[in-house]
């Protein structure tokens, strides 16, 4: 997916809080600046094809082979990477929804079958064996799970909690994700994620990575505001 991901706040002009990504925004990076500013000039040449070299500290300081070791650019990559490894075995896979846009769409590019389905965290998953109604050349073949890694979880979330309208009074405009998100961007700098794009969700549905108190506080406060006008 290339469009559709939180953190979009290069679409409005004057975002001053992220809730949007799964990102604590307040996160102390200045040693890291520093220890980049300090080695800026080994980016004078290409890198390793690789991560080799990262993964072998990874492993000596873990006490593991390095082969146990794998570096990725983000949970993305490494999504596309399980799929593509599976794929040869003709794989199947149970996507826990709500879940991360990218795990049906790595299923997808790798000839993986998959579905989504609202699962329990509980729940016994040897259920799902993949057998004989598959086709036959699936009956033997692994079968897995992903879990969400990023994306709501609509267990945690009581279903009354969502944008459900109100029928009592009219309203100047229909409750949505979107709708609200544009509020929030245009009156309080605040951008949060639309999660209508989420497997089994809907417009009525949105994201938040909690930030400090008083930001909470007033998105808290933002949002009210949006209930009270709409």
């Known amino acids: 997916m290339i469009k559709g991901h939180g953190d979009d706040a290069y679409q409005f002009e004057d975002i001053r809080i992220n809730f949007s990504s799964n990102i604590y925004s307040h996160a102390d990076m200045s040693a890291l600046k520093e220890h ?15 991560p080799f070299s990262l993964e072998r500290l990874i492993a000596e300081q873990h006490g593991i082979p390095a082969d146990c070791v794998l570096v990725t650019n983000g949970a993305t990559e490494a999504i596309y990477l399980v799929a593509q490894m599976v794929a040869p075995q003709s794989g199947y896979f149970i996507l826990d929804g709500p879940s991360f846009s990218e795990y049906a769409d790595a299923c997808r590019l790798y000839g993986l079958s998959s579905r989504s389905e609202n699962l ?82 809907d417009e009525r549905y949105f994201r938040i990575a909690a930030q400090l108190p008083e930001e909470n506080d007033l998105l808290v406060k933002a949002i009210s505001c949006y209930l009270n006008e709409t």
């Open 36 to 50: 980049l500013c300090r080695h800026i000039h080994v980016i004078d040449s290409y890198p390793e094809p690789e």
């Open 120 to 201: 329990s965290r509980s729940e016994d998953y040897s259920r799902y064996e993949v057998r004989g109604t598959l086709g036959e050349n699936q009956r033997s073949a692994p079968t897995g799970k992903a879990n969400s890694i990023e994306g709501p979880d609509s267990n945690l979330v009581p279903r009354t909690s969502h944008l459900a309208p109100r029928e009592e009074t009219p309203r100047k405009e229909e409750r949505s994700a979107s709708a609200l998100k544009a509020y929030l961007a245009h009156h309080y700098g605040i951008l949060i994620r639309d999660a209508s794009n989420f497997n089994d969700l």
